[in-house]
C-alpha cells in the first residue's frame, strides 16, 4: 500500500510537469519588433551614448508575479527562481546593472493566466497586477506559447520552461524593456533563404509595442532597413546599432566554436557573414550568448537614467552570501513527532530568507514542502508517521541568490501520544512509546539554554530506575535511556531544575 502511495505521488508530479510546455515547443520570444525612443536618439547622435560611461553600478528593483493555477498549484519552485535571478544578474555584471527584488514575491492563484496563450491576455494579466516604479517580471507556464516577453508599457514574462540556471530569457526580455530590439529586427516571423535575393527593405507589425497601451488602432507597420555587412547603413538599418552584425535569422539555431552561426546569410549587396551568436538578443542557443555589445549596453544604461529612472533605488543593504547552512536538527535519523516537527538551522550571515525544502527522497524529486521562511527555524504541519524524511535549506537575501542548497539532514516520523505539541513552556518528550536502540529526545525552549537539570525515570510502583544529570546545550537534548533492559510497562519519566518540573508517561510495549 506504501509502494502504491509513494508512486502515486511521483506519477503525479511528473504529470503536473508534463503539463508546462518544454521549451523546445515554445517560440523563442514573442515581443513585437519596434523601435524604442531611447533607440531613435541613439541613432540621431551616437556620439553622445558612446562617450565613456560611468562605472557606477546601477541597481533596478524588480516586483516579481509568480503565477499557479486555480489551487495554488504548480507554481515555479523558489529554488528554480533563485537559479534564473543569479543567472541574470550574471548575464547583466558587465553592463553595470544589477537587480535586486524590491518587494516580497507576488503570489497569483489563476490557471488563466499562468497558461495564457495570447499576449492580450498577458496585458490584462500585467494590467491588473503591475506594481509602479518597479521592473514587473511574471513567471508562468505558457506566456502566449512563447520563451518570454516584454510589453513596454508593461512587464516582461517568462516561461518556466526558459527560466534555469543556464537560460538567457530573462536577461533577453530585460534587454528589450531597456530599448533593445532583435538585431534581426524585420525578420520577425520570415524566413530568410539564401536562394532568394535580400531585399533592402522589410514591413513589420509592432502591434503592442507602443510607449502606453493603444487599442483604438489598427495594426501599425513599419519599414526596416536591411544591414549591409560593411556597416555603412549601420545608424538607420535594423536594430540602428553598429557594434552588432548583421542578422537575418529570427529562429533559434546553434553556433560553431566561435560562436556564430552555422547558417550563411547574404546582404543586399550579395556579401556573405554569419549571425553572431554570442549577443543575448540574438536567437541563438542559450549556449551560444554570453553578452550585450558595448553600444547596446550605453543605451540600456541610458533608459535606466531618463525613460525608466524610476526603477532605480539605493538597493537593499545587504551584502553576498558566502556561507552554507549547517543543520541542526533534527539530524542523523532522529525521532521527531508526526506532528510539529521543528527544523533548526544555524542563521547565515546576510541572509534574510531561506528556501526550505522537505521530501521522502533524497533526490528531492517529489517534495512534501517548498516555502520560504524569513527565520531560521520552522515548525511543520502533520507529516505520515514512521517515515523517514530529508530536509535542505538554501539561504538568499533580496539582493544575492547565487548560493546552493545544504547537504539534506533526515530524522524518522514518531506519533507523541500523550502531548501533540509542546506545553505552554514549550517543553515536550517523546516518542512515548519507546523502541529499541532509540534515544528519547527532550525538547525544551531556548531560554533554558545553559541550565543545568535532572531526568529521572520512575516505574509503575514509584521506583526510580533511571537517572542523569543534564547541562541543557540544545533545544533538543537526547536521552539514552536504555528500554531494553526494563520490564513492559508504563513508566514515568521526570524533568527537574531550579524553576521547573515536568513529567511524561513513556510505555516499554511487550
Not at 487599442?215 to 560593411?230: G, H, I, K
Not at 556579401?271 to 549556449?287: C, P
Not at 555589445?293 to 541610458?302: H, K, L, P, Y
Not at 546552493?404 to 500523550?418: C, D, G, H
Amino acid at each position: 500500500m506504501r509502494l502504491i502511495t509513494l508512486f502515486a505521488l511521483l506519477l503525479s508530479s511528473l504529470s503536473a510537469s508534463a503539463q508546462e510546455p518544454l521549451k523546445s515547443e515554445l517560440a523563442p520570444c514573442g515581443t513585437p519588433p519596434g523601435i524604442a525612443p531611447v533607440l531613435r536618439q541613439y541613432a540621431e547622435r551616437p556620439q553622445d551614448f558612446v562617450a565613456e560611461r560611468s562605472s557606477d553600478t546601477l541597481l533596478v528593483g524588480i516586483q516579481v508575479h509568480l503565477l499557479a493555477k486555480d489551487n495554488g498549484g504548480a507554481r515555479i519552485s523558489p529554488d528554480r527562481l533563485l537559479d534564473a535571478f543569479c543567472r541574470l544578474n550574471s548575464d547583466f555584471a558587465a553592463a553595470g546593472i544589477r537587480f535586486y527584488f524590491k518587494n516580497n514575491w507576488n503570489l497569483i492563484d489563476s490557471t488563466g493566466w499562468y497558461q495564457h496563450t495570447t499576449i492580450q491576455q498577458g496585458i490584462d494579466m500585467m494590467l491588473a497586477n503591475n506594481v509602479p516604479d518597479v521592473l514587473n517580471a511574471y513567471f508562468a507556464a505558457n506566456v502566449a506559447n512563447n520563451c518570454g516577453y516584454n510589453l513596454p508599457y508593461a512587464g516582461v514574462a517568462i516561461a518556466h520552461g526558459c527560466a534555469g540556471p543556464n537560460d538567457h530569457t530573462w536577461a533577453h526580455e530585460i534587454g528589450h524593456a531597456l530599448s533593445l530590439p532583435h538585431p534581426f529586427i524585420g525578420w520577425e516571423g520570415k524566413v530568410y533563404s539564401m536562394s532568394v535575393p535580400t531585399p533592402d527593405t522589410l514591413t513589420y507589425d509592432y502591434t503592442h509595442f507602443h510607449d502606453s497601451l493603444e487599442t483604438t488602432v489598427p495594426a501599425p507597420l513599419d519599414t526596416a532597413l536591411v544591414e549591409y555587412l560593411d556597416g555603412s547603413n549601420c545608424i538607420i538599418a535594423a536594430d540602428l546599432i553598429c557594434d552588432t552584425k548583421p542578422d537575418y535569422l529570427s529562429y533559434r539555431w546553434d553556433c560553431d566554436a566561435q560562436g556564430n552561426s552555422l547558417v550563411q546569410q547574404k546582404d543586399p549587396s550579395g556579401a556573405t557573414f554569419y549571425s553572431d551568436g554570442t549577443l543575448f538578443m540574438s536567437y541563438s542557443n542559450d549556449v551560444c550568448s554570453n553578452r550585450f555589445s558595448d553600444e547596446q549596453i550605453a543605451i540600456m544604461r541610458t533608459t535606466l537614467q531618463t525613460e525608466k529612472a524610476a526603477w532605480l533605488g539605493i538597493g537593499p543593504p545587504q551584502g553576498d552570501i558566502t556561507e552554507m547552512p549547517v543543520l541542526l536538527s533534527p539530524v542523523g535519523g532522529q525521532l521527531s513527532p508526526a506532528t510539529g516537527t521543528v527544523l533548526e538551522w544555524e542563521a547565515v550571515p546576510n541572509a534574510t530568507r531561506y528556501v526550505l525544502q522537505v521530501s521522502r527522497f533524497t533526490n528531492f524529486l517529489v517534495k512534501e514542502l517548498d516555502v520560504t521562511t524569513t527565520g531560521n527555524s520552522y515548525t511543520l504541519g502533520t507529516l505520515l508517521n514512521n517515515i523517514n524524511y530529508y530536509w535542505r535549506v538554501r539561504p538568499f537575501n533580496d539582493w544575492y541568490a547565487c548560493t546552493e542548497l545544504s547537504p539534506y539532514a533526515n530524522f524518522k516520523t514518531t506519533i507523541v501520544s500523550a502531548v501533540a505539541e509542546p506545553d505552554t513552556d514549550g517543553w515536550r518528550c517523546y516518542p512515548t512509546l519507546l523502541a529499541p536502540g532509540l534515544p528519547l529526545t527532550l525538547e525544551t525552549p531556548a531560554s533554558w539554554l545553559n541550565r543545568s537539570g535532572k531526568c529521572m525515570v520512575y516505574d509503575a510502583a514509584g521506583t526510580l530506575v533511571w537517572e542523569s544529570n543534564l547541562l541543557i546545550s540544545s533545544t533538543k537534548t537526547q536521552l539514552q535511556f536504555n528500554e531494553t533492559s526494563r520490564a513492559p510497562g508504563v513508566y514515568r519519566l521526570v524533568y527537574m531544575d531550579d524553576n521547573h518540573i515536568k513529567t511524561q508517561s513513556l510505555v516499554i510495549g511487550q
